[in-house]
């Protein structure tokens, strides 16, 4: 099993820094976003930026995956320690604050969200190719799939 992971993780570290890089990307105004801005300057979203200290979008992804505790309810009438903890800080309604940032990260394209990496889902491929300042024009026509592809067509 160990060896498994290790193969993995060498096999999934190139994509590393990227998704290291989306984490550390600004939340509010974030560069990926065209037609649509997310801004500090609705109720909620200055909570989250004054309140909860969220600035980048791996701010949010960690505010949005927080262990809650047991006697966590989703309700603005919750007296958790979590949710006293937001109170303190000056939040009123930590729930309707994850709720909005849940809808925040939502609004981010695929390639900008980190969340995508965390199923390993199919698009991770495309993320290196496009996303990738090192490798220069070489890395957008080098397609490992078609490789492997081409390979067990040689074979069969
Ligand atoms: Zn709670
Ligand atoms: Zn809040």
Do not use: Y
Request: charged share 20%; aromatic share 6%.
């Amino acid at each position: 099993m160990l060896k498994t992971a290790e193969l993995f993780h060498v096999a999934f570290s190139p994509t590393a820094p990227d998704a290291k890089l989306k984490q550390q990307l600004p939340i509010w105004h974030h560069l990926g976003l065209e037609n649509e801005q997310i801004c500090n300057n609705g109720i909620r979203e200055t909570c989250l930026w004054q309140n909860h200290d969220i600035t980048t979008v791996g701010d949010l992804v960690a505010f949005t995956t927080r262990v809650q505790p047991e006697t966590h309810r989703p309700s603005m009438k919750c007296n958790c320690e979590t949710c006293r903890l937001d109170c303190i800080a000056g939040c009123t309604k930590p729930h309707s604050c994850e709720s909005v940032a849940v809808k925040l990260l939502n609004k981010l394209p695929k390639k900008f969200d980190p969340r995508s990496f965390e199923g390993g889902g199919p698009t991770v491929q495309n993320e290196i190719t496009n996303d990738s300042d090192e490798g220069g024009e070489d890395n957008t026509t080098f397609n490992p799939c078609l490789i492997t592809c081409d390979n067990l067509t040689d074979s069969a």
